[in-house]
């Protein structure tokens, strides 16, 4: 295995998964309230960290392990063992599985964008950017039709 922090990671933790964590979660972990923002892109610094290849991102990508960047709402002192407890979910907002699934293969597809775009609690930098690809993508011809 990886020591910790390998890649790049402040958290390290058990029992939270791409597949159940959504967009907007609010957790209580020791003192402090965090909040789920997006998931986490690879970039060129991880593959250089990791000493692998070219096809180390897209790997990476492909694993659906990619993390997810958590905003602090409350400062609170957190330690190793602290239990992790979900306080807020937003049930209309897709998981970080399903965002990384319509970021791959489904950001020209109106529909999978405006289900991401619905997470009340997307990142600022995520929405503009998405939004962007929802216009693009109603203004697009449709070339089967």
């Keep these: 295995g990886f020591p910790f922090g390998q890649f790049g990671e402040n958290l390290t933790v058990e029992g939270l998964s791409e597949e159940t964590v959504r967009i907007g979660d609010v957790f209580r ?42 905003r602090v709402i409350q400062e609170g002192e957190i330690g190793a063992g602290d239990a992790i407890e979900c306080v807020d979910t937003d049930g209309g907002a897709v998981t970080i599985a399903e965002f990384i699934h319509i970021y791959l293969h489904e950001k020209h597809d109106p529909d999978s964008l405006r289900r991401v775009l619905a997470s009340r609690d997307l990142g600022d930098a995520w929405r503009i950017y998405l939004e962007k690809m929802l216009d693009k993508a109603e203004h697009t011809p449709d070339p089967g039709g």
């Design 29 to 70: 972990v020791g003192g402090a309230l965090l909040q789920v923002t997006q998931p986490r892109t690879p970039c060129y610094k991880l593959a250089l960290r990791m000493g692998e290849g070219p096809d180390f991102l897209r790997r990476f990508l492909d694993s659906g392990r990619l993390g997810f960047y958590l």
